[in-house]
């Protein structure tokens, strides 16, 4: 469990025109997370991954991809959740079959899932799958908000040692902080940072980190360090970036840097219906590329 701690990109995963994976897209931006953004780990198969727009067959290569090129240089979460369990399940499987350090499974969505119908979805899934959980809890997209006794049931199910948690409630992170000292919190929200790690987060898992990772721990280390006001320098730094992205297009944005960073001459597409970047926000991008990053 302990192992687990640490600072994760939520992994983006490159298209081709098609709406295919692009392969050597995907194995630069991995290669960049670890060589270039010392990264602890990649979170597979996020939103920011664009997971629930793919098939089956296409999260398996996706992870099949990540391990194949991270090797066991970094930590690998695969989140292998969906509406469909059965699904689930068998990602699950999958991914601890090839070495995956955990796995973790976003709530199941669309439908208005009751407390009970939730809990049974974790509890079949830990039942059947050999490998640690994190629940992912991201109710802006889900809709499924979960409060302090719907945790304390699930984190009693044995296979269960943590929460990614996406949310913007201060409240209710430092009520699950205070009261479940021995299961693991992941922050989601990277313009939230300081306020996370403040209220003692095991570590962060984040879209922007693919891009702006060395500054991101900079601002961990320093809130760890009691070094207050530089931790917020460089959050206001990395949020005037993180704004920037997020009204030019955030997929769409990063990607773009992404693009520039591994030198690819390929455009690195978005999966359909995500729009792909127009000429306008391409050079958008590029001034916050220049601005930010490079
Ligand atoms: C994932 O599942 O891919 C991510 O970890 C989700 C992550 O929490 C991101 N949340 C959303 O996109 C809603 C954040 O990294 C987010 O992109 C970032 O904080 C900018 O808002």
Do not use: W
Request: hydrophobic share 40%; net charge negative.
């Amino acid at each position: 469990r302990e192992d687990l701690k640490g600072l994760y990109s939520a992994l983006l995963v490159p298209f081709n025109e098609d709406g295919s994976v692009n392969e050597e897209g995907l194995r630069k931006i991995i290669r960049h997370n670890i060589d270039r953004m010392n990264i602890d780990g990649l979170y597979v198969g996020g939103s920011s991954g664009e997971n629930f727009l793919l098939g089956k067959e296409e999260k398996k290569q996706i992870f099949e991809i990540a391990k194949d090129e991270a090797k066991d240089q970094i930590k690998l979460i695969a989140q292998i959740g969906s509406s469909n369990i059965y699904e689930a399940i068998e990602l699950g499987k999958f991914v601890t079959d090839l070495a995956y350090d955990a796995i973790s499974a976003v709530t199941p969505f669309y439908y208005r899932f009751n407390a009970d119908e939730v809990y049974n979805y974790y509890k079949e899934i830990t039942e059947n799958v050999e490998n640690d959980l994190i629940i992912y809890s991201i109710p802006l997209l889900t809709g499924v908000d979960m409060g302090i006794k719907d945790f304390e049931r699930l984190f009693k199910l044995p296979r269960i040692v943590g929460v990614k948690y996406t949310s913007a409630d201060f409240y209710l992170l430092e009520r699950l902080r205070k009261t479940f000292k021995q299961q693991l919190i992941f922050s989601g929200f990277d313009e939230m940072l300081v306020p996370a790690v403040a209220n003692n987060v095991d570590g962060a898992i984040g879209s922007t980190y693919n891009v702006n990772g060395i500054r991101s721990r900079q601002i961990f280390d320093a809130v760890k360090s009691n070094d207050l006001q530089k931790a917020l320098e460089i959050q206001n730094l990395t949020n005037d970036f993180i704004s920037a992205v997020l009204n030019n297009g955030l997929y769409q944005t990063l990607k773009y840097i992404l693009q520039r960073e591994v030198k690819s001459d390929k455009q690195f597409y978005s999966r359909k219906p995500m729009a792909q970047i127009t000429e306008e926000q391409k050079q958008e991008a590029e001034n916050i590329y220049q601005k930010f990053i490079k």
